[in-house]
């Protein structure tokens, strides 16, 4: 079976655990803790960072950041993963779903502006398959009506917009390190705070609503309960196996890129001929390979796809139900139909791509799926 996804370890990993064990602290904020957030804001310009144990942690302590409150509207694309959405809902937050744009499953700015009123306290974007949305036009709208803007970075580590890191732009940022993505430790995630009002807040809830962080830097002499929190930090167990894959990011990203852009290259005449889509990479974004794509043209396309290929053994995936159909939110939304967002939902097709994913393999899966076709 050649699996969807397979994580790969770069090696270190294990050697930096036992640094970790042996040197006796390995409770949150340690050592390799702030080396990987010293390392992510030097290299992509974060204002400042906080490891957490997952993206959806990081979600929710941006929700808590920006004060949201029960009645409170977020404006988020329906085509996205559970916790985009969740973690505002947590706080009472209404959601109001945006359409993705019909040639890419990313937020279509355009209808953003028509969906805000006197409630709107945020923007979440998506940056899908580590594509960027359009975050000039998303940020010129946010300043305009005063909202936050929070980019879900879960898939775009290492992808730039007109040369900025995606995650650097918005108000808060987050990034997945969940075994699925370019980079991993298994679950874990990244808080990226640009807008400097909350860094002192995003520490303490970091910390269980204590000034634990500003205690330990010898900024006040004894810490308390002086905000709400939680227990978002992860061991520095954790933060030891991403810094070995941050060692790496370079050669993964070689290597995904490459296989991306084989798919890319060798699935190119069946899109000529009109029987699939090949992902479009907007014009300002970089593409950092995070997932290889197919737009099929319909579902019963893709379901006889996704047959054909597990009869040779090949794992390929759909991806995200439209939230504002799903069981939860199904009786909540109020909004218009969002058709992009549901034709992605009916015939987007995930491809294996992962390191070890060999040249054999990559040569089968793209040989099977023309003889599907
Ligand atoms: C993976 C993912 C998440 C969740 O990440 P976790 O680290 O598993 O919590 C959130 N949003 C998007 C867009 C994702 O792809």
């Known amino acids: 079976m050649i699996p969807f996804n397979k994580p790969y370890l770069t090696g270190k990993e294990t050697t930096y655990i036992e640094d970790a064990v042996t040197s006796g602290k390995i409770s949150g904020n340690g050592i390799f803790t702030k080396k990987c957030q010293f390392f992510f804001e030097k290299k992509y310009g974060f204002n400042k960072t906080l490891l957490t144990t997952s993206c959806t942690d990081a979600l929710e302590m941006a929700s808590i950041l920006i004060n949201i409150k029960a009645g409170d509207e977020v404006i988020m694309p329906s085509y996205t993963f559970v916790s985009t959405a969740n973690a505002f809902v947590l706080r009472g937050a209404n959601i109001i779903f945006a359409d993705s744009k019909e040639e890419h499953p990313n937020i279509d700015e355009t209808k953003i502006e028509g969906l805000i009123t006197p409630k709107t306290k945020a923007i979440v974007v998506v940056h899908y398959a580590g594509h960027a949305c359009e975050m000039d036009t998303i940020m010129a709208i946010a300043l305009k009506h005063n909202l936050f803007v929070i980019e879900d970075a879960a898939q775009a580590i290492d992808s730039f917009y007109k040369g900025k890191a995606l995650g650097s732009i918005g108000h808060l940022a987050t990034f997945s390190f969940h075994e699925t993505k370019n980079i991993i430790s298994g679950e874990g995630g990244l808080l990226v705070i640009n807008d400097e009002q909350f860094g002192d807040r995003a520490e303490i809830i970091w910390e269980k609503g204590t000034n634990r962080s500003a205690f330990f830097r010898g900024d006040v002499d004894k810490y308390g309960w002086v905000d709400v929190g939680s227990s978002f930090l992860p061991s520095d167990i954790i933060s030891a196996f991403l810094y070995a894959q941050l060692e790496n990011l370079l050669d993964i990203q070689q290597k995904r890129k490459a296989i991306w852009n084989t798919y890319y290259e060798q699935l190119k005449p069946l899109e000529k001929k009109g029987l699939v889509k090949l992902p479009k990479v907007p014009e300002n974004s970089t593409n950092n390979a995070h997932m290889?794509?197919?737009?099929?043209?319909?579902?019963?396309?893709?379901?006889?796809?996704?047959?054909?290929?597990?009869?040779?053994?090949?794992?390929?995936?759909?991806?995200?139900?439209?939230?504002?159909?799903?069981?939860?939110?199904?009786?909540?939304?109020?909004?218009?139909?969002?058709?992009?967002?549901?034709?992605?939902?009916?015939?987007?097709?995930?491809?294996?791509?992962?390191?070890?994913?060999?040249?054999?393999?990559?040569?089968?899966?793209?040989?099977?799926?023309?003889?599907?076709?």
């Open 292 to 373: 290889f794509y197919l737009v099929c043209n319909s579902n019963e396309d893709r379901k006889g796809l996704i047959k054909h290929l597990k009869a040779n053994h090949i794992h390929a995936v759909f991806h995200y139900l439209s939230l504002h159909k799903s069981p939860f939110y199904i009786d909540k939304y109020e909004g218009e139909k969002l058709v992009n967002t549901d034709n992605f939902s009916e015939v987007l097709l995930r491809l294996p791509l992962y390191y070890e994913l060999s040249r054999n393999m990559q040569e089968k899966i793209i040989q099977k799926i023309n003889e599907y076709f």
